[in-house]
């Protein structure tokens, strides 16, 4: 239905779910939109919506106190990352909800900082590679690094991987 709102042309489509008791009313100033069209532009934007809410609520979108363009841009690209992640996980190996995949690791995500969170999720990459490929995750460490001090760093962040990935497992 074509309709005037305050001085200005919308088009209205009335729309009632299978199981839905009430209408819903979606309004588009875009008079050459099809309904499907529309539908199409609603549900891509709904998803967005949520996707944001979510980074709010579970994963501090918003809260960094950086004062630094860059510093702010790597905090919400960590969470939209972040985001993606437990989203994949939730949808190829968990049964349980988004909000719940982000409340059992919103607490550990707060206590590191992004450096912190790019090292984990790029040495948890690194170590399930080596893995899949049989190779010895320790003994290919201390070779890509030539044993100095920094080796021992990344291993024990390796070791520290396991053990997260461990406790993963028994909670689950």
């Not at 875009?30 to 199409?40: C, G, P, R, W, Y």
């Not at 510093?71 to 994949?88: E, N």
């Not at 460490?141 to 390796?158: D, P």
Request: glycine share 2%; net charge negative; with cysteine.
């Amino acid at each position: 239905m074509d309709a005037n709102y305050k001085g200005t042309p919308v088009r209205l489509y009335y729309i009632k779910y299978k199981r839905a008791l009430t209408w819903t009313l979606l309004l588009t100033t875009n008079l050459s939109l099809t309904f499907s069209k529309a539908m199409e532009l609603y549900q891509i934007r709904w998803s967005i919506e949520v996707l944001i809410r979510e980074c709010k609520q579970y994963l501090q979108l918003g809260k960094s106190q950086n004062t630094d363009f860059c510093g702010q841009i790597a905090d919400a690209s960590m969470a939209m990352i972040t985001y993606t992640i437990l989203s994949l996980y939730k949808r190829f190996e968990a049964y349980e909800t988004i909000g719940e995949l982000f409340r059992n690791t919103e607490h550990e995500m707060l206590e590191k900082t992004i450096l912190e969170r790019i090292e984990i999720v790029i040495l948890k990459i690194l170590h399930d590679l080596l893995e899949i490929l049989c190779i010895d995750v320790e003994e290919t460490m201390c070779r890509l690094i030539s044993a100095n001090e920094s080796s021992r760093e990344v291993i024990a962040l390796l070791n520290l991987v396991n053990q997260v990935d461990d406790k993963v497992v028994r909670n689950y």
